[in-house]
């Protein structure tokens, strides 16, 4: 749960870092792109985490639901971030403020679902 | 999302069309690669799950997710034809099983991307049909000599 909270509350510093850039006409920039990979990060420990939990403690959650939106989340912000090389134009801020809303609402399912993670 | 840009890079003239994934197109191909990544692993998540329910229902959320997939692709490869096909067909199915499942709830007894006009989805899946067709329309228009759309 605590994990899920640090998620969404860097999920909304990078969407709205990201959103400022859409205001101001601005590609993505390497440094938002470290950002990405520090929620990326914690999204790693998370699913180790809630893998660990899965084994030990048997919740009563469907594994398949759980896995599907950890391995789901995994990839939006890599693919954000690949295509902030290949745009760069502001659009490319817009794809990653998307990335980072989805990565936050999903989160947010994932807690609705279990709240252990 | 009317303006194009603001000195940005312009987008490079093939066959008088523009690309349909470059510039703000990019933006409509995400919002389509999330919509087809949560309708499909849903929609797979049920029929492993609760087929037996409602097998209609998942069965037509399955489709759904795989026209979003397909949309996703031809918008990113600029498949011009391909595209203008997926993104017609999910306006039609979004119209029709959302009309249906609001005339006939019993035949929908769990909600498909599509039921009630995306409600589920905060009416994406109605409103990204129109930009999609927008888009596709703005993109292939200028330049006489561009008459073909070789897909």
Known sequence: MPLALLVVALCAVLGGWAAWFVVRDRAVVLRQLWGAAVVEGVLVVQAVVAGWLAVSDAPPVDGVLLWGYVATQAVILPVAAAWAFAERTRWSSVVLLVAALTVAFLEYRLLQIWGAV | MTQDDGGAVRPTVTRGTRPTGAGAGRVLVAVYGVLALAATVR?????????????????????????????????????????????????????????????????????????????????????????????????????????????
């Open chain 2, 43 to 151: 929609a797979g998540y049920q029929i492993v799950r609760h087929f037996d329910e409602a097998p209609v229902a998942y069965t037509l959320s399955l489709v759904a997710g795989l026209v979003y997939v397909l949309a996703t692709v031809a918008l990113a490869r600029d498949w011009r034809r391909v595209a203008w096909v997926a993104v017609t067909v999910e306006l039609v199915g979004v119209l029709t099983v959302g009309t249906l499942s609001l005339a006939d709830a019993a035949a929908f007894p769990d909600a498909t991307v599509w039921s009630g006009y995306g409600q589920g989805y905060g009416y994406v899946p109605l409103v990204l049909p129109f930009v999609g067709l927008w888009w596709l329309w703005r993109t292939g228009r200028p330049s006489p000599a561009a008459a073909d759309d070789l897909g």
